[in-house]
Every structure is written in structure tokens, then in C-alpha cells.
């Protein structure tokens, strides 16, 4: 995505190619042009499904009736559109590549039970063309020329079908952070974008980190409606601020704070752009409410890489009761207690090593494992530390009881005003501040 230094015949300098949406530079393939086609076709859906016109809250429910036709023509749209090397391909599972490929496709545009959409479903799409690349979808071809026209042979126009889907159901954000994301829906254009104004690269360098592309729009531009607009037409990072001013009004440094902190950079595009591939690793593929919605089969499986670094510790992971299996309680006595004491058990029925015995609650501090009949006597025996009142001593809780009501007849209740007369009895005298 970079620009890149191609070297001419009969010179000495590198000429600077750059990349853009729409440009000749990049010519597509025949399997990108039958994806184009796919994503054509599921335009052409929405033209077939009303809206609703019924009251809402949120999103329109004719989503889920374009959701349904999608889903219903899937397997056929799939068949038609893939190239013959992946539909054929023969692997060790019993599920066919279409089908495994399928579940990725499916996920790509949004919920129909929530009607929203997220990061989570471009991350399904980006799942389904990496599929197709492991399965030999792709034609060999030059570096870095088939990731672009993956890029804006496919992925462009993805983006451009699922924000006509927000406008048109209105969907709602999945999982945003609010004003304190970087955006409610998308996240690979800024990955993209930014990498379009970086500076010119040959195919033996490494990405750069600082640096942009000579004549490329100042980042703090996107602050800049006008500019925006001229912008989006060719670059990913500005199409995707360019929504953001569709969808939301108001002073941009106010709806979209972390967009406006990152136009501050003054190292350069190159810069942001290594920025937005670590926040991606974090707020996207390290997040577990994004990922526990992600499918794994044989295609793209769950394997621990033994050679990975383990993640940095942080304070909630730190703070974590050991896992160790030997440290859980057994619970074989969990028959004898009442289901009001029951606590909230690990799966296959073991407690956790905080939960008390008794209650399954954690201990309050300085109380560790004992039930609250072996708690320590702090006050003394038979002492409540309140005038004209005693405890009974080894008991579960602390019930209290006035002189007057142990000496009572037993099962004999005292009248209102008895009990009205005991209370103002216990109370010291009170004067207001103004009484003589």
C-alpha cells in the first residue's frame, strides 16, 4: 500500500509511483473482478427489501430480511463467485472450503439478531479473503501487486456496501467505546490510508516508520470538512472520516477526540500508520468481546504457537486468582447446603479458592477461609459495643437483643407504643441549637 520507487530505463533516479482509489496502476485480476461481482450482487439485495416502516429504536428490521436473502443465497452466490481452485480444494476435514467459507461471509455484514455492525464483522470479511489466499485463490503475481488490488479491488468496495447497509437499516454501533474509539464501525481503512501517504518504499525495504509521501495532505486536514471531501475519493483514511461527517454533526474534535489526538502527529503518515497496526493488535485482535464471536476450523485453526512472546502483564491480569487445579475447593458437601448458599462455581462444579465454604462469597478482609461462626471475637465475649445491649456468642450472624426482650415472656410482642417508649429510652437527650 505503500508508493513505491520504480527505477526507469535511462535514468538514473527512481521515479514515485503512488497508489489510489481508482488508479490505473492497479490492474485487476479475474478471481478480484468476481469478488467485485459478489459484492455487486449483494448491493442489488437491498433494492429488493423495503424498509420497514414500523416503529423503532434502533435499527430497521428489513435488515433482517436482506440478512435472510443473503443467507438463503449463499452457498449459490459462493458457488458462483469463488474461483474453481478453492471450491475444489481437498483438505483433511470433512467440511467442504465453501462451506468453512461461508461462516466468515456471513459474518461480514452485521448482526441480525443485534442489527449492528462492528469491527468484529470486517474482521470476518478480512478472515474470508485471507481463506481464499491460503486455499490459492490469489494469482501469483509481483510483490505487493496482489495485496492491492485486494485492497481496493475488494476490500473499497466492501466498505462502500457496508456503510450504504448502516445508512440504509441504520445500524448501530457494535461494541463502540463511544466518542473515546477511534471509530464505530471501521478500522482497516485508517490501516490502509495511512499507508497510501507514506513515503516511497522499494521492494527490499522495510516499512517505514516516520516519514510522508511528498505532497500529501497535512494529517491535521481531517479537521477540515472541504478538504475531507476532496480527499475521500482517492484515499482510504480520508473515505472513512468523510463517513464519520455523514453519520455525525458537531465540532469533529468533540464526536471523534482520539481521531482528532492522532491528526496532532508530526512525524509523518508512516508514523500514524505503525500507530494504527498496534492499536489494531490491541483493540481489535487482543479484545475477547471481538474475538469470541470469531470462528476457527480448518482452514484458519487454533494453535498455540510455541515460539510467541507471552503478552505483557497487565493489572487485571495480575490481579487473577491462581489457576492452579490443585488450589479448588471441592464442593461434595454442596448437597447439604441451601441454594441461597450456593456460590457462583467454576464450570465442572469447583469452586474458586476465594469463595468462603458457607456462602461462596469472598472472604471481607482478615476473615480468610473461616465461616463466619470461627470469626474472631474483636469486642469481647458477650459485648456488642452498644449500651444496654448484649450478643449471643458462637452464633452464624450477630443477633442482638435488648435487656428488656431477654427477660420477656417468651412469644410475648410489645405493643407500639412499648417498643416506641424503648427506643426513645436508648437515645440520649437532643437539644436544638437555638433552645434555651
Known amino acids: 500500500m505503500f508508493p513505491s520507487m520504480v527505477q526507469e530505463v535511462g535514468r538514473e533516479n527512481c521515479a514515485t509511483q503512488n497508489y489510489y482509489i481508482g488508479s490505473s496502476a492497479v490492474q485487476f485480476s479475474e478471481t478480484i473482478l468476481q469478488l467485485r461481482k459478489l459484492l455487486l450482487t449483494l448491493g442489488d439485495i437491498i433494492d429488493e427489501v423495503p424498509l420497514d416502516t414500523g416503529p423503532r429504536r434502533f435499527g430497521n428490521l428489513s435488515f433482517r430480511k436482506w440478512f435472510e436473502l443473503v443467507e438463503t443465497r449463499s452457498v449459490s452466490l459462493l458457488e458462483q463467485y469463488l474461483p474453481h481452485q478453492v471450491r475444489s480444494f481437498k483438505h483433511g476435514s470433512d467440511v467442504d472450503a465453501v462451506t468453512e467459507l461461508r461462516a466468515y461471509f456471513l459474518g461480514s455484514f452485521g448482526s441480525a439478531q443485534r442489527l449492528d455492525y462492528g469491527t468484529g464483522h470486517e474482521l470476518s470479511f478480512l478472515a474470508f479473503l485471507a481463506c481464499m489466499w491460503k486455499l490459492g485463490g490469489y494469482l501469483a503475481s509481483q510483490p505487493g501487486q496482489m495485496e492491492r488490488e485486494i485492497v481496493f479491488g475488494v ?8 456503510r450504504r447497509l448502516i ?3 441504520t445500524l448501530e454501533p457494535a461494541g463502540s467505546h463511544g466518542v473515546w474509539g477511534l471509530d464505530d464501525h471501521s478500522f482497516l481503512p485508517y490501516i490502509f490510508g495511512s499507508a497510501q501517504y507514506g513515503p516511497p518504499i522499494t521492494d527490499a525495504d522495510q516499512v517505514p516508520t516516520e516519514g510522508s509521501l511528498s505532497g500529501a495532505p497535512d ?9 475531507v471531501e ?12 468523510g463517513f464519520i461527517y455523514d453519520v455525525k454533526k458537531g465540532p469533529f474534535w468533540e464526536h471523534s477526540p482520539t481521531l482528532y489526538d492522532i491528526s496532532g502527529v508530526r512525524a509523518g503518515w508512516a508514523k500514524i500508520n505503525k500507530g494504527m497496526i498496534k492499536m489494531y493488535n490491541a483493540e481489535v485482535l487482543s479484545k475477547f468481546p471481538v474475538v469470541q464471536h470469531f470462528p476457527f476450523g480448518s482452514v484458519l485453526s487454533w494453535d498455540r504457537d510455541s515460539d510467541a512472546v507471552e503478552p505483557p502483564s497487565s493489572i487485571h491480569t495480575s490481579s487473577q486468582p491462581s489457576r492452579n487445579h490443585a488450589e479448588y475447593v471441592s464442593i461434595s458437601s454442596a448437597s447439604m447446603r441451601s441454594p441461597m448458599q450456593e456460590g457462583t462455581t467454576a464450570p465442572g462444579g469447583a469452586q474458586r479458592p476465594y469463595q468462603t465454604e458457607t456462602t461462596g462469597r469472598a472472604p471481607a478482609p482478615g476473615m480468610g477461609r473461616h465461616p463466619p461462626s470461627a470469626m474472631p471475637n474483636t469486642r469481647g465475649s458477650g459485648s456488642t459495643g452498644l449500651p444496654g445491649m448484649t450478643a449471643l456468642p458462637n452464633r452464624p450472624f450477630d443477633i442482638v437483643r435488648t435487656e428488656r426482650e431477654t427477660t420477656s415472656t417468651p412469644h410475648k410482642r410489645n405493643s407500639a407504643a412499648e417498643t416506641a417508649a424503648d427506643l426513645t429510652s436508648m437515645l440520649p437527650p437532643t437539644k436544638a441549637p437555638w433552645a434555651k
Open 155 to 162: 476490500i473499497e468496495p466492501y466498505l462502500s456496501l457496508v
Open 219 to 227: 494529517p491535521g486536514t481531517v479537521t477540515k470538512a472541504t478538504q
Open 230 to 241: 476532496k480527499q475521500r475519493k482517492t484515499n482510504m483514511y480520508f473515505g472513512a472520516i
Open 167 to 169: 445508512l440504509t437499516y
